[in-house]
């Protein structure tokens, strides 16, 4: 929330094609991190960066690709091979080393693959 | 695998009656997180538990972390309206650079 876009809002793309997701802060937060949520399942963690030019898969890793080549940026590349790509993607970022855990979230793409 | 469990699914409420979900983690927790998802929207923080046996009040809403820091409620006194969404538990169980683990959430729903 507050500092941190994600572009677009929803999203539709064709069965096949790839589709990346943007995420900026500008928060200054090392940690970045990708969630897919789907109605009932709550927040899955695809991948997330502690710092530039390194990130590592989450629990739902399959079919995702994500860079990380500034701070400020951690885009998401929904490919092809992810089998059910329909959801509402969430990006958060956290400072790290901080006194709390806290996660600021972007408001969410809705990617509809049709 | 270690997970993070969360109860009710869904609470129906007339409003001004109180509201209470649960949360059970499979390990011992570093610490807890609370969100909220207001319909369409994105999760919000609301407050981070840390000691074992922690109880944190906002207004409203009354925080708590069990002694094994294995589980956690969150209470809502007196419904209202602004109180609709749904309320999420989140647990670091790796490490804060893997991310939170979160439970399924609570979906409030609040009739006038």
């Known amino acids: 929330d507050g500092g941190i876009t994600q572009s677009p809002k929803y999203l539709f793309r064709k069965e096949g094609q790839n589709v990346t997701l943007s995420c900026e802060q500008n928060?200054?937060?090392?940690?970045m991190y990708w969630y897919r949520q789907d109605p009932g399942q709550g927040l899955r963690l695809i991948y997330y960066?502690?710092?530039?030019?390194?990130?590592q898969k989450g629990d739902i890793a399959e079919g995702y690709s994500v860079s990380r080549e500034k701070k400020e940026s951690f885009p998401l590349t929904v490919t092809s091979a992810q089998k059910n790509p329909t959801a509402f993607y969430l990006c958060?970022?956290?400072?790290?080393?901080?006194?709390?855990?806290?996660?600021?979230f972007g408001p969410g793409t809705r990617l509809t693959v049709l | 695998g270690q997970q993070v469990m969360q109860i009710p699914q869904y609470q129906h409420v007339q409003e001004g009656e109180d509201f209470t979900t649960y949360c059970n983690s499979s390990?011992?927790?570093?610490?807890i997180q609370w969100y909220k998802q207001r319909p369409g929207g994105h999760p919000v923080f609301l407050i981070q538990?840390?000691?074992?046996?922690e109880v944190k009040k906002q207004k409203r809403l009354t925080f708590q972390f069990g002694e094994a820091k294995k589980n956690s409620s969150l209470h809502i006194t007196a419904t209202q309206t602004t109180d609709v969404g749904t309320y999420f538990c989140?647990?670091?169980?790796?490490?804060?650079?893997?991310?939170?683990?979160f439970g399924k959430g609570t979906h409030l729903i609040i009739q006038p």
């Open positions: 928060l200054n937060h090392d940690a």
């Open positions: 390990t011992t927790l570093s610490n």
């Open positions: 958060a970022s956290r400072l790290a080393g901080g006194i709390t855990d806290t996660q600021y």
């Open positions: 989140a647990g670091l169980l790796r490490g804060g650079a893997d991310g939170l683990t």
């Open positions: 538990l840390v000691k074992s046996g």
């Open positions: 960066s502690q710092i530039v030019n390194d990130f």
